[in-house]
C-alpha cells in the first residue's frame, strides 16, 4: 500500500455527505481533521468495540456481518459518548476490483428510503469514519479475506489509516447518517428478524 493521504475516499466521503444533507438525511456533519489518532486510542477502541459486540450477543463474525448497521450505529454512539466523533458511513466495499454486495447502489440506498423492505435484508455495508478520514470496520474482514474459514471478533476488524490506498480494495461512500437506519428500518429488522 502506498503512504500518501487518499484524497479520493475523503472527497467520496464528503460527497456522500452532501448527497445526505441534500436528500434530508440528517447526520453528524463530520469535518474532516488532518490530526491522527494515536494507535493506543485505535486499539483501545477495537477491544472496546469487540466487548460491546459480545454484550450486544454477537459472537461469531457471520452475526456481526449481518448486523453491520446495529453493530457501527452502537460503537457510534458510544465512542461519541466518550469525545470520539465518527460517522456512519454507508455503500459498499471493493474487493479486488469487485463490489463485495452485488445490489448496493447509490439508487438502490436511495429507494429504500423513499419504500423501505423492513422484512428483506438490505444490500449495503456500513462502517464508520473518523475525524481524521481513518476506517474502521468490525464486521466485514472475514467474509472478504475467508469466508469458509472465519476468524474471531478479534481478527475481524478493519482499520485502514488515512494515508493508506490500495486501488483494488477500498471502501466506497454513498450516505452517511443514523437516520438511513431509522428510515429504512434497518435497526428493526436487526432486532427482530
Known amino acids: 500500500m502506498s503512504k500518501f493521504t487518499d484524497k479520493r475516499y475523503i472527497e467520496k466521503f464528503q460527497e456522500a ?3 445526505s444533507s441534500k436528500i434530508g438525511l440528517q447526520h453528524n456533519n463530520l469535518k474532516i481533521d488532518t490530526e491522527l489518532y494515536d494507535t493506543k486510542v485505535i486499539i ?9 459486540m459480545k454484550s450486544m450477543g454477537i459472537h461469531s463474525t457471520a452475526e456481526a456481518r449481518s448486523k453491520c448497521m446495529i453493530v457501527h450505529h452502537a460503537i457510534q454512539q458510544e465512542l461519541s459518548a466518550a469525545g470520539i466523533s465518527s460517522e456512519l458511513t454507508i455503500g459498499n466495499v471493493v474487493l479486488r476490483d469487485k463490489p463485495f454486495i452485488d445490489g448496493a447502489t447509490l439508487q438502490s440506498l436511495v429507494s429504500e428510503i423513499s419504500s423501505p423492505k423492513y422484512d428483506q435484508p438490505q444490500d449495503i455495508h456500513c462502517w464508520l469514519t473518523l475525524r481524521d478520514s481513518s476506517i474502521l470496520d468490525f464486521t466485514v474482514y472475514s467474509s472478504l479475506t475467508n469466508p469458509e474459514k472465519p476468524e474471531s471478533l478479534e ?7 488515512p ?9 466506497e461512500p454513498m450516505l452517511v447518517g443514523n437516520e438511513y437506519l431509522a428510515l429504512t428500518g434497518a435497526v428493526e429488522t436487526v432486532f427482530f428478524s
Open 155 to 161: 481478527e475481524n476488524y478493519v482499520y485502514i489509516e
Open 17 to 19: 455527505q452532501h448527497r
Open 163 to 171: 494515508y493508506e490506498h490500495d486501488p483494488k480494495h477500498y471502501y
Open 44 to 52: 483501545d477502541i477495537a477491544r472496546f468495540s469487540i466487548g460491546l
